[in-house]
């Protein structure tokens, strides 16, 4: 989220900083401007007040014509400015240098023109640093009401466009600056308002993945992200009782039920010695006693699975599984299955006694459902991060629809209904190996069967 919510900051600030940014640019160029061509106009009105007491004819020289000659000569010298008066009729009354002279189209003509008027000329147009562009300003001479010639200067803009660029150099420095203050006030910002949220998320994420007992830490950030950490918390608070008083109730009736049961199958066992031997009816009503017994007792050993903490620790996962094949062997030869294990050494994070009872129901389910004369094989093996035991069956398998509910609670497939089991193996193995960090998924084998893969870490818990 702080990838796509910084760059939107940065825009934005970027945009207001442009935004104020272009307009003090242009300002500062138009004042330069302007400070050169007032200048001008001052420089202009002086020459033009010289050139109103020359009153000979063109082509004649008198003292004051000189000095206006003079005066036009040292302006050129010292800045470098093009400047002359010239008659109505384009003759020149004095000019500086000698090769400045009136052309026939251009802005020194418009100039002229538009003085001719009895008017200064307009301002020139903006001339920009990448310009080369020159700035031209024209003033009559009046006597006696009538324009009798033209002031006209035509500047070099260098030194102003240095100066322009000198100003926007300073304005670009500055919106930089600022720019970088933004950066820094937009990553701490981000990171105020996003820290609850990443608080949130790792919290969520450990709930989802079984510790019912993780909560937001206190943080800062927004009123509202802060209100919201407190209500999760409730919340969380409220899911937690409701799934403990769940797995209590579950203890608490398994266990209460048994003592009845058991009772109820003591006096059915009493019963069968007052009826004659091999009544189908007694036989019937003890099996179903003993499959409700059975049920009770993995409901029980659930309730504990999901509530117990496990005790993780180095695990040598390949002797486990060996002692395990050993143990299941017996009941596989009576069944007239071979069951073959593959077991190198190695060790992974794992509670030995509840991965045992894992690979008990894991075993046991193949074995039971794998026909005579045929294999279960037990395979361990490492691919760096987790270790994993797969035990893979011949046995009917399942067709897509029901590998998507094996391992649900008191689910068994249509076609096993006559096999001896209650359909909680699974959910407690499932909830055995979830409490130490492992899992357990479920695939086709073929030709036909079943396999079953338990995978728990090789890294320890966190700290």
């Known amino acids: 989220m702080r990838t796509r919510l910084l760059p939107l900051l940065i825009i934005l600030m970027a945009a207001v900083l442009l935004a104020l940014g272009i307009p003090l640019a242009v300002s500062v160029a138009a004042a330069q401007q302007q400070k050169v061509v007032v200048d001008r106009i001052d420089d202009t009105a002086r020459f033009a007040a010289l050139a109103q007491y020359v009153t000979d004819p063109p082509g004649e020289s008198n003292e004051r014509k000189d000095t206006l000659g003079i005066e036009l000569a040292s302006y050129y010298d010292v800045y470098d400015i093009r400047a002359g008066v010239f008659y109505r009729n384009d003759t020149p009354m004095a000019k500086a240098p000698s090769t400045f002279f009136l052309p026939k189209e251009g802005e020194v003509r418009e100039a002229f023109d538009e003085a001719l008027l009895s008017r200064r000329s307009h301002d020139p147009k903006q001339v920009w640093p990448w310009q080369r562009n020159r700035l031209v300003v024209a003033s009559p001479v009046i006597r006696d009401g009538d324009v009798v010639a033209v002031v006209v200067t035509d500047s070099p803009t260098g030194q102003m466009r240095s100066r322009i660029l000198h100003g926007w150099l300073v304005i670009g420095t500055g919106e930089i600056a600022a720019m970088l203050l933004a950066v820094g006030a937009a990553l701490r910002l981000t990171g105020w308002v996003l820290r609850p949220v990443r608080v949130l998320d790792a919290t969520t994420h450990a709930i989802a993945s079984g510790a019912l007992k993780s909560r937001v830490a206190a943080a800062g950030g927004p009123p509202e992200l802060r209100r919201l950490a407190r209500s999760f918390n409730e919340m969380a608070d409220n899911v937690e009782d409701v799934l403990e008083q769940q797995r209590a109730f579950v203890a608490d009736a398994s266990h209460q039920l048994r003592n009845p049961l058991a009772a109820l199958l003591l006096r059915i066992e009493l019963l069968a010695f007052e009826l ?96 005579k004369d045929e294999t279960v094989e037990v395979t361990v093996a490492s691919d760096g991060a987790t270790s994993t035991i797969v035990v893979t069956d ?63 870490p090789r890294s320890g818990p966190p700290a």
């Open 276 to 371: 004659p031997e091999g009544n189908q009816e007694i036989a019937s009503v003890q099996a179903e006693g003993k499959r409700l017994a059975h049920v009770l007792d993995d409901l029980l050993d659930l309730a504990l699975a999901e509530h117990a903490e496990a005790d993780l620790r180095v695990t040598d996962i390949g002797a486990l599984t060996a002692e395990r094949v050993a143990a299941w062997t017996p009941t596989a030869e009576a069944k007239g299955v071979r069951l073959a294990g593959s077991c190198p050494p190695t060790t992974a994070w794992a509670d030995p006694v509840t991965l045992s009872s894992a690979l008990d129901a894991v075993i046991d389910n193949a074995v039971k459902f794998t026909p």
């Open 394 to 456: 011949n046995g009917p398998g399942l067709t897509d629809e029901e590998l998507a509910r094996v391992g649900d609670r008191f689910w068994r497939s249509g076609r096993h209904q006559n096999i001896k089991g209650s359909g909680l193996g699974l959910s407690i193995s499932r909830a055995l190996l979830a409490a130490g960090g492992g899992s357990i998924t479920f695939d086709h084998h073929e030709p036909h069967g079943l396999t079953v893969t338990v995978r728990v």
